[in-house]
């Protein structure tokens, strides 16, 4: 044995790493026991769907890099610590009430049952494992409804609509679709939420979006918008590469094992939609504003990854390519036409989670493969008629109207009795101050540390041109 290779092995965490896989890997399946039920678990399953809880619960960093980067300076902070509070009443919240109406039997509807975890038999998971995973993607589709509100909204209006949203909204979708609902019945397919997730988050936020009406200075008295640029872009890079590479735990961790392989297909069909977005984005940019436009390169990797969730188990790779280099291309210039029409969406998550959410959701019925599907929901490309276009189709509708109804229900009741956005004054300043009474930037911002060093504090104020 060479000298580097001995080192390497008395290594105690190269050790380590050889006995997990060793016992993840050697040991034969075993049973492990949750309460008085047992549920027959392969450990190595096990481990690789807490890899992927992991890789999900990660992408919350990326959303606070993506939104404070594509936010002003002076509402960097807010941006950034509203991820935490997001995860933390979805924690709780989908815990106590939210898995149970998601996936307790109940009836075609929503769940009756199985609110703190109480009576679920999860099969060939632990009630724990299964409720860490869902968990992770609830808070996702949470972080999703908050770019409509950036900027502009009321802590207090966060917290009360995140509550429930977690409990009339999101799980009562799932339950539908995931949790053996009456979607799930007629044959729609989700694989991993282009529905569940992100239409659901996205529309939510854009009822807010509509609700709260534009940032000041966006529009002109014309109507003609300027732009609010976001303060670093290079927070938004960062943050769209790290949702990157946590879909892998979104989309390849939802097969829920790895016996046989079927995950790595899954991740293939990802990336190449992600890539294709990417490049079809830049192109799309480059084609309408002359620009290479960076951020929207960044929103064409995140739309092709909404867009093949639902269908990243069942298309094959050329598919793939398609969806992606769809929706990369859609987010762009949808974008621009929202825009244009007055609505002031500072994160693009509509386009980005909903247009593309829609798009994907509907593309199964287009191109859903023989060898991936049963025969009676192949895709219109592959024989299948217009059979899985139709369910594909309805669910798109009626889940987002569903989640636009509450939505509007809840936010306009919330607007009555307490107001849904900060004062002019509190926006002009900023939430980082009005909000939390610091900013993210305090030696850019804050007069007391500027006014030592010379500086003029900028990004307070903003007026319309």
């Not at 899985?388 to 509007?408: K, N």
Request: net charge negative; with cysteine.
């Amino acid at each position: 044995m060479s000298e580097g290779l001995r080192v390497w092995w008395r290594s105690r965490t190269t050790r380590l790493i050889v006995a997990l896989v060793f016992l993840f890997v050697m040991v034969p399946d075993t049973v492990l026991a949750a309460g008085e039920e047992a549920s027959s678990v392969v450990p190595i399953d096990v481990v690789w769907i807490m890899m992927a809880t992991m890789l999900v619960f990660g992408m919350q960093a990326g959303f606070a890099l993506l939104e404070a980067g594509s936010a002003r300076m002076k509402n960097a902070g807010h941006i950034a610590g509203k991820q935490v509070l997001s995860f933390a009443l979805a924690a709780v919240v989908f815990w106590a009430f939210g898995y149970g109406i998601m996936f307790d039997e109940g009836n075609a509807l929503f769940g009756t049952g199985g609110f703190f975890l109480t009576g679920f038999d999860p099969g060939n998971l632990t009630v724990e494992l299964s409720f860490l995973f869902q968990l992770a993607f609830a808070a996702v589709s949470l972080a999703i409804v908050w770019g409509g509100f950036a900027e502009r909204a009321k802590l207090s209006t966060y917290f009360i609509f995140g509550i429930l949203y977690l409990i009339v909204i999101y799980p009562v979708i799932g339950h539908w679709i995931w949790g053996g609902g009456w979607l799930a019945s007629e044959g729609k397919l989700d694989f991993a939420g282009s529905t569940v997730v992100h239409l659901t988050g996205a529309v939510a936020g854009f009822v807010a979006t509509v609700l709260l009406g534009p940032r000041l200075g966006k529009f002109n008295k014309d109507g003609s918008p300027n732009v609010l640029p976001g303060h670093n872009q290079v927070y938004t890079v960062l943050g769209g590469v790290i949702l990157w590479i946590g879909w892998f735990g979104f989309n390849a961790g939802s097969t829920l094992g790895v016996g046989d392989g079927f995950f790595a297909y899954v991740a293939l069909t990802t990336m190449l939609a992600a890539a294709s977005g990417a490049i079809a984005a830049l192109v799309t940019a480059k084609m309408i504003s002359g620009k290479a436009d960076v951020p929207a390169m960044v929103n064409g990797v995140l739309s092709a990854l909404v867009a093949i969730t639902a269908g990243c188990a069942f298309v094959e790779p050329w598919a793939a390519v398609v969806i992606g280099v769809v929706a990369g291309s859609l987010t762009y210039w949808t974008a621009l036409y929202f825009e244009r029409k007055g609505i002031d969406d500072p994160i693009y998550g509509f386009h980005v989670h909903g247009l593309a959410g829609i798009w994907g959701t509907i593309a199964i019925g287009l191109f859903a493969a023989p060898g991936l599907v049963g025969e009676t929901q192949l895709g219109l490309f592959y024989g299948g008629g217009f059979h899985q276009l139709w369910i594909q189709t309805l669910g798109v509708f009626v889940s987002g109207g569903y989640a636009a109804l509450v939505s509007f229900i809840i936010l306009i009741v919330l607007k009555a009795l307490m107001g849904l956005r900060v004062s002019e004054e509190e926006e002009v300043t900023g939430l980082d101050v009005s909000e939390h009474g610091a900013y993210g930037y305090p030696e850019h911002l804050d007069p007391q540390f500027t006014s030592k060093t010379g500086e003029t504090p900028s990004g307070i104020v903003q007026t319309s041109p």
